[in-house]
């Protein structure tokens, strides 16, 4: 909860809304997405956030391209049971662990088992409880096994893939969606996303999908956009439209899910 404040606190100002995306939203999504600086300064306009999430797949791009780098450099040097570790650490460092902290909240939220209130509530307690901590420690432990499962021979078109199609999960989860509550970051979100944002960002995720996969990560991704569509009726029956804790656990979940996937058929 305390990276999503803190993230809640970026500057946002009113200005004249752009038709469509330009890549000036491109590095709003890459500087949302991690905590690696940029070199110059952003314009923020009015509903940038949401906006952005057209490119919310490339920014995904970027970072699978930095863990490929990363790979590409420590393979030569580690055991890879030790670089796959480090993979999953870099990982969640370059992302402010944002999105780890959505699937601790969500597991915590489940455990609570009330009322609608209840579980909005326990998602934004800054505090996270033991069923939290298990969920992310498990959703960690499946990452970096699935990684070290990878043969070399994919591993770093998978390094590419599995977070852009976590990303574009985020613009699936958040068009279309109501707001659970009226603040937050998936208030921010919903508020700026519309069709052309999920179109343009599916358009992305499904060229990168054939160029590094071919027709398996197409298929990969089908059964990723089905179980994101699945989770999003959930959270709406649930809670009555989506925040952005739901929306990071959606993220973390498809990455999971995707290296799992992965894993499966290459034992197939």
């Not at 959703?139 to 096994?145: F, S």
């Not at 390094?159 to 937050?184: H, I, K, N, W, Y």
């Not at 960002?201 to 054939?210: D, K, P, S």
Request: with cysteine; proline share 4%; aromatic share 8%.
């Amino acid at each position: 909860m305390n990276m999503l404040k803190s993230h809640e606190q970026k500057r946002f100002f009113t200005g004249p809304r752009s038709p469509v995306p330009s890549p000036r939203l491109f590095f709003i999504a890459f500087q949302f997405l991690t905590i690696i600086p940029l070199p110059f300064t952003l314009r923020w306009e009015e509903n940038d956030l949401g906006r952005s999430m057209a490119f919310f797949p490339l920014a995904g791009l970027t970072i699978g391209g930095l863990l490929a780098g990363a790979d590409f450099l420590l393979a030569e040097v580690l055991p890879r049971p030790i670089e796959d570790l480090l993979l999953v650490a870099l990982l969640a460092a370059m992302t402010g662990a944002l999105h780890h902290d959505g699937l601790a909240d969500v597991c915590d939220g489940l455990a609570a088992r009330g009322s609608r209130d209840r579980f909005l509530a326990v998602m934004k307690d800054s505090r996270i409880g033991a069923v939290g901590v298990v969920g992310l420690v498990l959703g960690l432990l499946l990452k970096y096994q699935a990684l070290l499962a990878l043969s070399p021979e994919v591993k770093r078109q998978v390094l590419f893939f599995f977070p852009a199609v976590a990303r574009f999960a985020q613009v699936q989860m958040t068009v279309g969606s109501r707001r659970a509550r009226e603040d937050g970051l998936g208030a921010a979100c919903i508020a700026g996303a519309g069709v052309t944002q999920l179109l343009v960002a599916g358009a992305i995720t499904l060229a990168a999908t054939y160029f590094l996969l071919g027709m398996k990560g197409i298929g990969c991704w089908a059964v990723l956009s089905l179980f994101t569509a699945g989770t999003k009726a959930w959270s709406h029956r649930r809670l009555g439209g989506v925040t952005g804790d739901v929306i990071g656990c959606a993220s973390e979940l498809n990455e999971i899910i995707c290296l799992l996937i992965i894993v499966g058929m290459q034992k197939m």
